[in-house]
């Protein structure tokens, strides 16, 4: 008895798994699903968890990555506003946002999903680019740079061309991968480098040289400037020093034969420093001494 | 399974005294039951065992009932350890390597070149041309050509974003470095990134990447963003010409400094002599005026007194000081007849410094 008992509680275990595993079935956290009755889509499943479903083949459930998967189209030539070829790619994120739409339209396929996106971002960049001036996508003026507006622009087509079709697709972002130029024009772009290059070199050459003598001619100014100020200062100086003496000169006034005599002697002394020669007779003093030796007057 | 051995196990038991190969057949059955029933015992403990896993130490783990992670916010995720789950297909373990740091390079932006010459040094010489299908450059903001790259270095902040909502993560944040470095050079001048302003564009690039990388919600934090940038190759002469002009010219400017500092410090010298000259003149003079106003004073009461002997003696003090300073004295007593003498004298254009003389 007690092992019949178990065999049944085995046996209807058994058969619980089995139909679970008919009749049940799991979407991932990354997963969104949908379910077809005869083919015919049904159900829309984009939350996680175990659902019940009719077993094969009465109904479906095709599950799909409904994570963000980047993708970035073919570089391509666009022709701006005013004429400039510009060599673009630009990258985007998009998500199978709801599988009942996704899964009629590209059969389930990601490639066939992607081509029908390619199309839609190369017309919505040609179309974007078209509008726009190459001075919008590099300029050094943030004000006039639109290169995130330009982005934003692209994205907003793209969007709207998806919800328009109900692809059940949708783009979380979109942004430029290159910007280049066609191959010929960066030969172009070269030449014009190298001469802007070769200004830049000679603008420096002569600037460094006017820079320079400026420094230099103004440290002579300022030199002569400091040197003629010390010659003020140094006359002043000296006349300071007569103003000083000129006090002194009443003294010398109490007797100006006395002052100009000893003026005469100093000046005698002055004159006979050094290396001198004097000719003299008996009548220079000291040497009057001679006249008055009577062995020395043969004339007398 | 199970149960059908049961019934066959049943049966056998009740006709036990049949003959010895009945027996013998039964006895077979029974121990092989035993060791099926081992190995279903093995088998279920297996199946539950099975739900034991261990998280190593460079990852986190995230279980999903059915499809759905368990736990709410951070309690998700499942450090280093042993844990256990549900067997499969009720639970599911996904398992996140979190290695502390991820590296992502740009992949536009610079020449083509393969792995071997960039270790190498080696550079392959360069076209006329950029061909776009495989050299990358970005435009900056005066119209030039410019190569550049980046390494950005971010850690996962939240892995159940960045493995759940992402196919493949690494690619979207090497996008948006992309992205970076074409934005943000679109928005800086040609000098400005190679010179003036190499780490406002450095920093600008992580902005944006970081900026976008938010946008996306892919649950990373940035660490570091090194840019790297040069002058296309075709371009290298003419710009080191610059650099070496601009290192002229700033070489002239030190020169001009230095003249400047070395002329105006002379200049300062020689002022600063002048003043001290005049001012030792000044000193001299007063001194000397005022000596020579207090001698007057003295003099002056001798003079007075009797004129004429004054000058005589002063005269014939100072001739005596005078004439041993004299180098040549010559006497010419006057004529006996009283007529001036003729006297020739032949000088020399420089008359020879006696050498006692010179040292006074």
Redesign the interface.
Known sequence: MK?NLL?IV??AVLIIIFALLLFVF??????VAVVTTFGKPVRNIT????YFKWPWPIQNVYKF?K????F?DK?SQTLTADNNNL?VTI?T?WEISDAKEFYPKFLGSVPAAQRALESMMRNAKNAVIASHN?SD????D?QQ?K??AIEGEIKAEVQSELSTNNYGISL??L??????????V??T??QR??A???G??NS??Y???A???K??S???R???G??N???A???R??G???A??AQ?LP??Q??P???N??LR?DA??QS????????????????DL?QNLPA?S??H | M??EH?HHD?AHDAPETQDAGSQALAEALHSSFAIVKIVMALMVLAFFSSGFFTVGPQEKAVI?R????VGEGQQVLLNAGLHWSLPY?ID?VVKIPITEQQIVSST?GWYFTTPEQELSGEEIPAG??????ID??????????LHTRATLRYHIDDPISY??????AS??VQ??L??AL??T??????DDILLNKQNEFREAVQQRVTD?VE??QLGIVIEQCDVESRP?R??QN??S??TD??E???K??I???S??NQ??N???A???S??D???A???N??AS??A??SA??N??AK??SN?NLF??Q???Q??????T??????????R??GKPRE?RLMLNRE?P??KP?ATP
């Open positions: 092992k065999t085995i046996g799991q979407v991932r956290q990354s997963e939350e996680p968890g175990a990555d994570r963000v998967q980047n970035e570089f060599i990258y994120g190459l996508f590099v300029n050094s943030p740079l290169f995130d979380d972002f942004g430029f991968k290159k910007i280049e130029l066609p191959e010929s960066t030969a772009v070269f480098m190298t802007e290059r070769t830049i070199i420096l050459q600037a460094g040289e820079e320079a003598t420094i230099k103004a440290a002579d300022q030199a002569s400091v040197i100020n010390a010659i200062d140094a006359t100086i000296r300071e020093g007569e000083a003496a002194v003294v010398f109490q007797n034969d006395l002052a005599y000893l002697i005698l002394k006979l420093n050094q290396r001198s020669t004097l000719i003299f007779d008996e009548r220079t003093p000291p040497f001679f020395n043969p004339g | 199970s149960d049961e049943h999903l059915f499809g759905k992670p297909p599911e536009v006329a041309t950029l061909n776009p299908a990358g450059y970005v435009l900056t903001a005066d119209r030039n050509i493995v759940f909502n992402f196919a493949a690619n979207t996008n948006a992309n992205n074409v934005f050079a679109a928005g800086f001048n040609v976008l946008q996306e296309p075709q371009l003419v710009f010409q610059v002009a601009r002229n010219r700033n002239a400017l020169d001009a400094h003249y400047e002329v105006t002379n200049a300062g020689q002022a600063v002048i003043i000259v005049a001012e003149d000044r000193t003079y007063v005026i005022t020579e106003a007057f004073t003099l002056l003079y007075e004129p000058a005589q002063m005269l014939v100072t001739m005596g000081q005078v004439l300073n004299v180098q040549d004295k010559i006497y010419l007593p006057q006996a007849d006297l008359p410094e006696p003389a």
